[in-house]
């Protein structure tokens, strides 16, 4: 049996007839390499978006089923174009729907999870020669009902087929050619990482690069290395993969991999608060029941007995936050409720960074000689995020890049 | 368990979201008033013609498999917009693809034959109190492809889903309000048929009428009551049934029940042909392996033992039709070959038309009286075509309609 690679192609990457034969020729160029080829295409462009636009002028309120079985005719239409092409160019190639290839999910309609995948079907095409085109982003519940994994689930589709399949890699192709050190549209000396961990790149998805994190976690947990690379072509992209040998951990261990940066951040304060029992509680689940989503949460004690809570939402949820945050902010005793809608947030990321010391300091003082004041600070394993001024923003982003010499190979 | 009906919703009454929204109010009228519905729609408006551009920019020649895939998420994206429109209005519905709702083809893709019915899935949403929505137009293998059943696909689905549930009737919405004794645009006075039979309508939907022949066959057979009406609403239609009482048989037998008739129709003609068996099988194998479409053939005697072979073809063949014909001419032994290709056709028709005296003659002399001369004839059971000179298609059809009183209730 010859080694299984799966090609994943994104919305852009398939958006015209121009680029699914391009993508096609890509497809039969590693088939032809000897490799046994599966693809996962997410619908063409803005289709998705087209969808929904026709649900939402039938209904107010579509309902999520059938919403899933509208959503699911996008990804068909680039499987079946996408096998067309390849047909087109002499490849044997067969387009199967999420029901066809076996990728069984729960019932949760608009964020379906994996939850059984039935290599059979998939199998028998590849053992007949066959290049396998699934539709990514959906499944089939038990009840035959379709279902779709969210946005960003065709990445799910692509890493969760690899891991079944015991591919070799799985091959993410997007508009962008790989993970970078910052945003270059900030950082102009901004370096492509030729490989980067699944925990550095599970921060940095969340902070805006392009890769679902679920699709991140899975393949962390099933150990499927990820390539993302540009569907373009000409350069190389970026490995996901956890370090497996001593050698290539020593590569990328203690180093600050990269430093990423959020806009339209809002922080909501409870001043002098009595630092006791179920005030935490009392504050984030009604938030949670009135559907903002809470990122950074920071407690400073600002007394004996009193304490300051601070988190922050995105700017959009700040009106709806203020408003459930003023409700219980009496009942728990705080002194005072303020907000600040004009906040953004840096961080840098990399495994291992907490066993090398001065990694904070060195963050703390280059914002400082950048005049960057700081006004919340919280870390993770492998992640240090300070909340700053939004104007402050870019200042922050390249005086970190700098001072961790992030442009230097 | 209540009476079932089907209803049939054609590409423009599901045009847009407006039509939709209007047909799920039809839909839910329909529930209300007791009955179980299955609803089977067909793709939005042109969707299907977009698809099939989108499949022909990516190449020149669609595999069959692949565009049938590809054209089967035109009826889902209806399918799913119609459930969600019922549901905004307060009805339990549920959309199915033609493979959830158990419709078993053969596997000619684009032009696929419906093998079996698995009326279970269906069954237990009608039990459960569910409206249900039925992607038109398509089926699935054994082996779980996607089959489309061809143009008009979707009149059989509907015809066959009343069979298969022992539907009360089958209503089909289009954009027309029935089936007229001749076209309204010809012949201002012509009427709207209250009743005809299914026999009838085949002759009819032969000649441009709005039903596919496949499932008026199919309803001929499974004695499905056919109603077509007008998606807009507010008139009666036509009730597309077979006689199934003396009385009901009185009603519609020795009567010519509608003109119809074809433009750009063209002829070839065979001179002097030696009459010997074999001849027509020599002509007419190589045009059928040419994928030609002969329409009406005629033999004419013109000698004792020499024969006038004509025969009609679209004119959009007639240069295909010649080159195959003026290349077996000289080996059947014809004397000459000659065309013509600015002919039309009339036809009368009726079932039991044959049982009533007179018919042919009252035809021939009204064609007379208006001046047309008659080119060819031929007879069927329940029809009588005449090809005539397309100029006068017009005043032909209007003189017919005349002269067999078909304004007349």
């Not at 599966?38 to 002028?57: F, K, N, P, Q, W």
């Not at 009106?319 to 809608?341: F, H, I, P, W």
Request: charged residues 25%; hydrophobic residues 45%.
């Amino acid at each position: 049996m010859a080694a299984v690679v799966v090609q994943k192609y994104g919305g852009t990457s398939v958006g015209d007839a121009e680029k699914i034969r391009r993508a096609a020729e890509r497809v039969a160029t590693t088939r032809r390499g000897g490799a046994a080829v599966v693809v996962v295409v997410s619908a063409m462009g803005d289709a998705t978006d087209r969808l929904i636009e026709l649900a939402e002028s039938v209904t107010a309120a579509p309902d999520p089923r059938e919403l899933d079985m509208l959503l699911s005719t996008g990804e068909l239409v680039s499987c079946a174009l996408m096998a067309m092409a390849l047909r087109d160019i002499g490849e044997e190639a067969v387009s199967m729907s999420g029901a066809q290839a076996g990728i069984r999910t729960d019932a949760a309609h608009g964020r379906a999870s994996i939850i059984g995948f039935d290599p059979a079907p998939v199998r028998r095409a590849l053992d007949a020669g066959r290049i396998v085109i699934v539709a990514g982003f959906q499944g089939v519940t038990e009840d035959s009902d379709v279902t779709t994994l969210g946005r960003g689930g065709s990445d799910t589709t692509a890493v969760a087929l690899a891991a079944a399949l015991e591919a070799e890699r799985c091959e993410v192709y997007t508009d962008v050619d790989g993970i970078y050190t910052a945003d270059p549209r900030v950082v102009p000396d901004a370096r492509k990482l030729a490989r980067i961990g699944c925990e550095e790149m599970l921060e940095l998805a969340s902070y805006g690069a392009k890769m679902h994190p679920r699709s991140i976690e899975l393949a962390a947990w099933r150990n499927v290395p990820i390539l993302v690379a540009s569907s373009a072509g000409g350069v190389p992209g970026t490995l996901i993969h956890d370090a497996e040998t001593e050698a290539e951990s020593m590569e990328v261990a203690n180093k600050v991999r990269g430093v990423t940066y959020e806009r339209g951040v809002a922080r909501i304060t409870l001043r002098a608060v009595p630092d006791r029992p179920g005030v935490a509680a009392a504050v984030f689940q009604p938030l949670a029941e009135a559907n903002v989503s809470v990122d950074t949460i920071v407690q400073n004690a600002s007394g004996e007995r009193l304490t300051d809570l601070s988190f922050t939402v995105a700017r959009a949820d700040l009106r709806a936050a203020l408003e459930v945050t003023r409700r219980v902010s009496e009942s728990v005793g705080a002194q005072q409720c303020v907000s600040n809608d004009g906040l953004g947030q840096v961080s840098i990321v990399g495994a291992g960074m907490q066993n090398a010391p001065g990694v904070a300091a060195l963050m703390f003082s280059a914002l400082a000689d950048a005049g960057v004041n700081i006004e919340m600070i919280t870390t993770s394993q492998i992640r240090i995020t300070c909340i700053v001024d939004e104007p402050k923003v870019d200042a922050a982003v390249r005086a970190l890049h700098a001072a961790f010499e992030l442009a230097d190979d």
